[in-house]
């Protein structure tokens, strides 16, 4: 197995490195680096035939279609080049296994893609309802009719220029079904190859969910269960959402009982020096032992006594057509 980490990262770029050093040898790094940011020197001196710094820069703007701009990107490289598996993580993220262990669950589990069907009468259908603006966010297609409590903010000239891009004709649905889910995920080559060709012959798609809000959360997802209709396991990342003051959780202290080691990988991990070094051990200890095993003590946060255990984790049911 041909193993490509795709790679989306800002503020993060030391840790990344990091796992870059102790994953180099049995995985090809595909990294888009945030243009709002710099790219730091721990990623542009790095030297290697399994790193690839992708030259076009996207602005990532939360909620907005760059974040799956940038996957696109990433993917499309990837499987170019020839890989058989491509996990989508974050610059904070870390694998949880030795390369052994990981790459047996990978090809144990085949896809890992998270998503569930959207209720057409709940909250979550306006993204797919509501056109996103860069810089306003997902807006409401009556905003300009609505009360001026409901514009505030705007200047009057913006809310007339808000109004004629409103009246413009939307793309029209792809699909009778949407489906959300985690935003990072695995696919194997062949599902990827299906994603990639949809994208390719169906550009109207892309136009489509390009204006919806959150879009790293339902495009892929959408894609998948409708294109290909398989279900798949939501082992792929793990991230803690129980605190509502952390969306998601940080993990930067000793080792968290939460952290579940079903999963491939883990996010967020605060980056810093201690969390580094703790990392740094971490994956020597399991290139020695070649065994799988929870992070050590610094590289993740305990949440204290009383924290609420793990939710069930379901299966994503087959698509609905």
């Not at 990262?9 to 990294?31: G, K, N, T």
């Not at 959780?249 to 968290?256: E, G, K, L, S, Y």
């Amino acid at each position: 197995m041909r193993l490509a980490l795709l790679t989306l990262s800002a503020f993060a770029q030391d840790h990344l490195a990091l796992v870059f050093q102790h994953w180099q040898r049995q995985a090809s790094f595909y990294v888009h680096v945030d243009a709002k940011v710099p790219v730091s020197p721990a990623l542009a001196d790095i030297q290697s035939p399994h790193w690839r710094l992708m030259a076009h820069r996207h602005r990532v703007h939360w909620g907005a279609w760059s974040m799956v701009a940038a996957a696109l990107d990433m993917l499309e490289a990837a499987y170019a080049d020839g890989h058989d598996y491509f996990a989508l993580i974050s610059d904070d993220s870390a694998p949880l296994h030795a390369e052994p262990v990981l790459r047996q669950r990978l090809a144990r589990h085949g896809d890992l893609m998270a998503g569930a069907p959207v209720d057409p009468q709940s909250h979550l259908a306006n993204r797919f309802q509501y056109r996103y603006f860069l810089d306003v966010g997902p807006l409401n297609p009556r905003f300009a009719e609505r009360p001026p409590m409901y514009r505030w903010g705007f200047t009057p000239e913006e809310v007339e220029q808000l109004r004629a891009a409103l009246a413009q004709p939307q793309p029209t649905a792809p699909y009778g079904t949407f489906h959300k889910g985690k935003a990072w995920w695995g696919l194997t080559r062949e599902s990827a190859g299906a994603l990639l060709a949809v994208v390719r012959e169906r550009p109207e798609t892309l136009r489509f969910f390009s204006g919806c809000a959150n879009p790293d959360e339902s495009f892929f997802q959408t894609l998948y269960f409708q294109e290909l209709g398989r279900p798949s396991r939501n082992l792929f990342m793990f991230d803690d959402f129980s605190d509502p003051k952390q969306r998601p959780r940080v993990f930067n202290a000793p080792t968290d009982p939460l952290i579940d080691t079903r999963f491939c990988f883990a996010r967020k991990v605060r980056p810093g020096p201690e969390a580094l070094e703790a990392l740094g051990l971490h994956y020597r200890r399991l290139e020695q032992a070649g065994a799988p095993g929870p992070l050590p003590a610094a590289a993740l946060w305990h949440p204290g006594a009383g924290a609420a255990p793990l939710p069930a984790l379901p299966m994503a049911g087959p698509a609905t057509h």
